[in-house]
């Protein structure tokens, strides 16, 4: 192991928890932010067809990165790797307000999801390094906040960039609030590093990232670009096995794996991972196409989208504080049901919407997802970190991280090849009443007023109705995705933490793992 001591003598405590604040509100407000200015972005650069990657390639890149990173802050301290982070993620900010191409965009995107994978891990084991145990659970509530306030300002921020100033402004805001980020790390934080040799699993690494790389083109442009039996399709299925197999086999042999198998034998943290998993994925689809719904079907303005998809932010972090009092009452598993079924509830007025409901109805929705969101991610975080003893819970709580991320990544693609061959087939079937070309780029235009004035009536009316087809079916899938959730949550052991019972419960549980 690598010792990194802080001399917290000269470390100022509160300007480097401000600092490690604004460094992770960067990166929680990207993920929101640019959801409200997406139907924009399309609209001046085009590639429908390809957007979901705007988000998809964020993920990916982050989940990869997280753990290279963790193992990285041992080998050279936790100030020069979350520096190197936010310049990586504020390059990658720039250049994607510049972009004239949705491919070019998505390239961004990728060097903000590697800056990404720095700041979140890191900034948590910061605080973790300046802070005592008894202070920790008060500095985690100031670090929940941000996520739940980032939540809340990005669809905002994002419709306000859109609709008074230009779309690039989502991505160069992050300029001044990095910049503020590294200056607080590099004069206040200061580390004594005893440097040993430590092996970063480099293989693991590049294994998943070609793995989950090559199952994302596959959903993205599968049924699209190319048939689900051709060629390409069959290949990166292929390729999508082998590598997973042998990613699994290397994080076995591994001295210092990516992600520790071992871990997983906890009932607790199998079950959390594997639920924040599907919940990842129901969040970013709510994320990813609630705003195209209602700009693009709905003709509602960007502001509007972004109160509507904020109105998940608004129940998540609500949730959250009822979540974590709840525990102590009822136990993790009731908890937890309590946010399956909140999803579901979600999910059931997402499959009913209608461009005639209007944003109200889609809004109510939105909230149930985000108050589904809050009440079981909190009870997978509490749950694992409370099964496990301290000097393994770094590595369970990002295990679990890295799952939802992972989960984001999946989702984003595999409801984005559900959108893009759904839209196909209906736009294939209604050939002889447009008189435009047909493709699923062509949903471009109505994302944009002055190019649904452009296309006609009639023209507009048949794109909306397949993208409300379409988008249906993503929500079904979102359905699908909370049920199985719900079904995950009921495996999750029930403790009651005020009792005596349920703290032998925890100590016999513990022993046996």
């Not at 590697?114 to 948590?124: K, L, N």
């Not at 932010?313 to 309590?338: E, N, Q, V």
């Not at 893009?420 to 070309?437: C, G, P, V």
Request: hydrophobic content about 50%.
């Amino acid at each position: 192991m690598v010792h990194t001591r802080l001399e917290t003598k000269k470390t100022n405590r509160p300007l480097v928890l401000a600092a490690v604040i604004l460094g992770m509100f960067m990166a929680a407000i990207e993920a929101t932010i640019v959801s409200t200015a997406t139907p924009s972005i399309v609209a001046d650069v085009g590639g429908f067809s390809l957007f979901t990657w705007v988000f998809s390639a964020f993920l990916l890149m982050q989940a990869v990165t997280i753990p290279i990173y963790g193992k990285l802050a041992d080998l050279f301290g936790r100030k020069s790797i979350f520096t190197i982070g936010v310049i990586i993620f504020l390059i990658g900010s720039i250049l994607c307000g510049f972009v004239k191409t949705m491919p070019m965009l998505i390239v961004f995107r990728s060097i903000q999801g590697i800056g990404a994978g720095a700041v979140q891990p890191i900034a948590t084991t910061i605080v973790g390094d300046i802070y005592t145990k008894e202070e920790r659970a008060k500095i985690q509530g100031y670090l929940a906040s941000v996520w739940g306030i980032s939540s809340v300002a990005g669809p905002m921020l994002g419709a306000l960039f859109v609709q008074y100033l230009y779309w690039g402004w989502v991505f160069w805001i992050n300029v001044p609030i990095g910049i503020l980020a590294i200056i607080g790390i590099v004069n206040y934080l200061h580390e004594d590093i005893e440097q040993k040799k430590h092996n970063i699993d480099y293989l693991g690494s590049s294994l998943l990232f070609i793995s989950v790389s090559s199952l994302m083109i596959l959903l993205i442009q599968g049924g699209v670009s190319w048939s689900w039996i051709s060629s390409p399709s069959l290949g990166l299925m292929a390729l999508f096995l082998i590598t997973f197999v042998f990613f699994f086999w290397q994080e076995t042999r591994a001295s210092e794996p990516m992600m520790p198998l071992g871990i997983w034998k906890n009932r607790i943290i199998a079950v959390a991972n594997i639920g924040s998993l599907t919940t990842g994925a129901i969040m970013i689809g709510v994320s990813t196409f609630l705003p195209t719904f209602v700009q693009g079907v709905m003709e509602r303005s960007p502001i509007v989208a972004g109160i509507t998809l904020g109105m998940m932010s608004i129940g998540w972090p609500i949730s959250s504080t009822i979540a974590g009092r709840l525990m102590i009452k009822i136990g993790y598993l009731r908890t937890a049901i309590i946010g399956g079924i909140n999803l579901i509830i979600g999910s059931i007025f997402f499959i009913t919407l209608t461009p005639k409901l209007g944003p109200v109805w889609a809004g109510v929705g939105s909230f149930f997802i985000g108050s589904g969101m809050g009440f079981a991610t909190t009870t997978f975080i509490v749950s694992i970190q409370s099964s496990v003893e301290w000097k393994v819970r770094g590595v369970a709580t990002a295990s679990n991280m890295f799952m939802r991320i992972l989960g984001n990544t999946i989702g984003a693609s595999l409801m984005g090849a559900i959108l893009n061959t759904r839209l196909q087939a209906f736009l294939d079937q209604k050939t002889d009443a447009l008189d435009i070309s047909v493709d699923v780029n062509v949903t471009n235009s109505i994302l944009d007023p002055e190019s649904r004035r452009i296309l006609g009536e009639e023209t507009v009316k048949l794109i909306q109705e397949g993208l409300t087809l379409s988008l249906q079916s993503v929500y079904w899938s979102l359905l699908v995705l909370a049920i199985i959730s719900l079904i995950i949550i009921t495996f999750l052991p029930h403790f009651e933490r005020n009792t005596k019972s349920g703290v032998k419960k925890m100590k016999k549980f513990k022993k046996g793992n």
